[in-house]
């Protein structure tokens, strides 16, 4: 079975082709960085439009690739969720015409399941149950899995994503939009133990997160500091420290808790090569493993749509003739399959 996969929820367009025996068959990504670069963040309408004109370019292109006509395809699968409304619209508006007019079966997929299967794309797949880690721009969320669709939430933050949280700290260090991955690099020629920034909701117990004290705890220091080229670099250090540390002390709370030696993470964050370490170190420890998506596939992406979309296609699941954006759509209430 093959099913074409369609992700427009943000600032990008992601479109891909999964075959059930070949994997990815073909994906294309369009960043629309530079579109919402000079506003120092994502706006929503733009978004919208640049992804009307990107959609249906990139899924021709995505056929092409895969040498494949409408016609070898079994389902559509969409991000109806979680996720800017104007943005989701135009992926579910363009994939629920799709497949009616190629006479498919129509799939809304959740965005964060998308996130959360991801890594089994990958050539190593770790076994359900797990705990797995999302963190990306709009969410930070500890999840007990047990199968597709049982989920169970064990924290989440009560303010800032931890990508939120990178971008905002990134912006005051005179970084451009999305500044997650350029603080990191910064971060690399930091001086370790020059600044210690709190780790927050650490000394309690519980599974929840908190980012917004310790992207202001960067923001007093970088006021009260002659900030230089090396200081920007400590300061990106300290921060990408407090952040790695912060999760990695839930994540291991959270196995614990579970009696579970298996981590998955996933989500924008999880390309950061420190977390990835740090939670590799835990999970060892453990007797365990922590298992990612390749880095492409950490950050929004069609192929995880069109895997998840699989997924649910297989089981029976997809849309009637009306299609709906969901913004606002808890990961735990998914069906299980
Ligand atoms: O999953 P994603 O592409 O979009 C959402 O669904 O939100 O995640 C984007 C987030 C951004 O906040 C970005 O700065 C962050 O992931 N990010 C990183 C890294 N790569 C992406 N943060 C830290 N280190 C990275 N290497
Ligand atoms: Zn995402």
């Known amino acids: 079975m093959r099913i074409l996969g369609i992700e427009t929820s943000c600032d990008e367009t992601g479109i891909a082709i999964y075959d059930d025996k070949q994997g990815i068959m073909a994906h294309r990504l369009y960043s629309q960085i530079a579109v919402h670069a000079d506003y120092g963040g994502v706006v929503p309408e733009l978004a919208s439009r640049d992804h009307v004109r990107k959609t249906i370019p990139l899924i021709r292109e995505v056929l092409a690739q895969a040498n494949l006509t409408p016609q070898d395809l079994d389902g559509v699968a969409y991000t109806a969720g979680p996720g800017l409304v104007g943005a989701l619209l135009v992926g579910c508006s363009i994939g629920r015409s799709l497949a009616y007019g190629w006479d498919l079966p129509a799939v809304p997929v959740h965005h964060m399941e998308g996130h959360l299967l991801a890594p089994m ?9 797990f705990v797995a880690l999302l963190v990306s721009g709009g969410h930070t969320m500890l999840v007990r899995v047990d199968g597709i669709g049982q989920y169970e939430l064990l924290g989440e933050s ?40 709190p780790r927050p909701m650490t000394d309690r117990p519980g599974l929840d997160f908190s980012f917004s004290g310790l992207k202001t705890a960067a923001a007093t220091t970088i006021r009260k500091e002659e900030m230089d080229e090396q200081t920007h670099a400590d300061v990106a250090y300290a921060f ?12 291991k709370r959270a196995l614990k808790q579970c009696e ?10 999880s390309a950061n090569t420190e977390l990835r370490e740090k939670l590799a170190t835990i999970t060892a420890k453990l007797g365990g493993q922590v298992y990612y998506p390749r880095p492409e596939f950490c950050t929004d992406n069609g192929a995880m749509i069109a895997y998840a979309g699989m997924q649910r296609l297989k089981s029976g699941v997809f849309a009637d003739l009306s299609f709906k954006a969901t913004p606002r759509w808890p990961l735990d209430t998914l069906p299980a399959i």
């Open 121 to 129: 794309l990958e050539e190593d797949v770790p076994e359900f149950p």
């Open 158 to 197: 009560v303010d800032d994503a931890a990508g939120e949280a990178f971008d905002k700290t990134a912006k005051l260090l005179g970084l451009d939009y999305p500044g997650g991955p350029a603080l990191a690099k910064m971060a690399e020629k930091g001086t370790k133990g020059r600044f210690k920034l």
């Open 240 to 251: 990408q420290e407090a952040v790695v540390d912060t999760l990695a002390i839930k994540c």
């Open 260 to 269: 579970l030696k298996r981590l998955v993470i996933a989500g924008g964050v």
